[in-house]
């Protein structure tokens, strides 16, 4: 885990040190909203670093971080799409790009590694050389509006891997974190305020609902609580859709058995549901359900103050005519002693799915009891 505490006590001082020369802007100007907009899409990412190092375990072991295949898709696709930079070929262009990272050592007499190195004055050199616990600074803003620049950093090559090693979860996190941010932004700048109100008069429960969404089906009965949203588009579908029993009037025991076994098994429960709720309007023998092509991972998590299982996974149509991914969450309420199962599937054939079910997932996290 990164030492925050250590490293946030240097941020406002060492935040003066480093661009006082080069990187200050030419006009003068402080204010981000007079610079131009960031570029390029949200899942992009550019690496500044010396190209040497690159190609050695620095480079690789940052590749292997932010390329690593998302789960629960059904064709690999990696969580960032990478493009490595010389520090030479950064210009005014690239420099717009959303997600910037910048690796470096005080080791090295490369061209590379001195221009990198031009970006931070003696004293904050000083410093780094001298405090080993400082290890990343975050930039926004930098070059464009709406950036994210990060920069790691080590007195030699072999503690800046180490450091990048040990706290790989952390430096992932912290992009990831932003590109929700960035999602939400985009996808609940307009919501549907009159399904929103109808979901909360009819469940008690509250969602966001981005614009574009209709009520497919809603059922509000003493043994059979549900609704279901989509998204038609002429690619694709987006479908979100709950469950939930109480205790006593359970129909489904494995819903709450799901979080008493050590090997989590959510297929019966989802299989339940499909059957029963998402049918073919017109062929009513055609159900979702399940592939058995991948696993379905499963962890349990806190959502919100309340245990919860999430999941990943592939679904398909009876007839095999349809599938793609989903991601569920089977949320306890000890409170109401009532379980919700809480889901996003997508159709898009032949699209990639990774911006899809990022959109799904923003969605998800807006359900609150």
Not at 133 to 159: I, M, P, T
Request: hydrophobic share 35%.
């Amino acid at each position: 885990m990164l030492n925050r505490i250590k490293i946030i006590s240097y941020l406002i001082s060492f935040s003066f040190l480093l661009f006082s020369c080069d990187e200050k802007p030419k006009s003068g100007i402080t204010n981000p909203s007079f610079l131009p907009n960031a570029s390029g899409e949200n899942n992009e990412m550019l690496i500044i670093m010396d190209s040497t190092k690159f190609k050695g375990k620095i480079g690789r072991e940052l590749v292997d971080i932010y390329s690593s295949y998302i789960s629960g898709l059904p064709q690999p696709e990696p969580r960032y799409d990478l493009r490595y930079i010389k520090p030479r070929k950064f210009n005014s262009i690239l420099k717009h790009a959303k997600n910037i990272v910048v690796a470096f050592s005080l080791e090295g007499n490369s061209l590379d590694s001195e221009i990198l190195r031009r970006n931070f004055n003696s004293e904050s050199l000083d410093k780094i050389q001298s405090d080993s616990s400082l290890f990343y600074f975050v930039r926004r803003n930098q070059y464009a509006r709406g950036q994210v620049v990060l920069y790691l950093f080590s007195e030699n090559d072999d503690d800046l891997y180490s450091k990048i090693k040990r706290n790989r979860n952390s430096i992932l996190k912290f992009f990831d974190d932003e590109l929700k941010k960035r999602v939400d932004t985009e996808i609940f700048r307009k919501v549907e305020n009159n399904l929103m109100d109808k979901i909360f008069t009819d469940h008690n429960i509250k969602i966001k609902i981005p614009y574009g969404y209709d009520l497919a089906k809603s059922i509000n009965e003493e043994n059979s609580n549900f609704f279901w949203l989509r998204q038609l588009d002429l690619e694709y579908d987006k479908n979100i859709f709950l469950y939930y029993e109480d205790y006593s009037n359970s129909e489904l025991k494995n819903f709450y058995d799901v979080f008493n076994s050590s090997d989590i098994n959510i297929k019966p429960v989802r299989s339940y549901i499909s059957k029963k709720y998402l049918r073919d309007s017109e062929k009513s023998k055609i159900f979702m359900d399940i592939q058995d092509v991948f696993p379905i991972q499963s962890n349990k998590i806190n959502f919100k103050g309340n245990l919860a299982i999430e999941s990943r996974g592939l679904w398909k149509l009876s007839d095999i005519s349809a599938g793609g991914p989903f991601l569920s969450k089977i949320i306890y309420d000890s409170k109401l002693k009532r379980v919700y199962y809480l889901e996003g599937y997508v159709y898009a054939p032949g699209l990639k799915k990774r911006g899809l079910m990022q959109e799904i997932s923003s969605i998800l996290m807006t359900f609150e009891l």
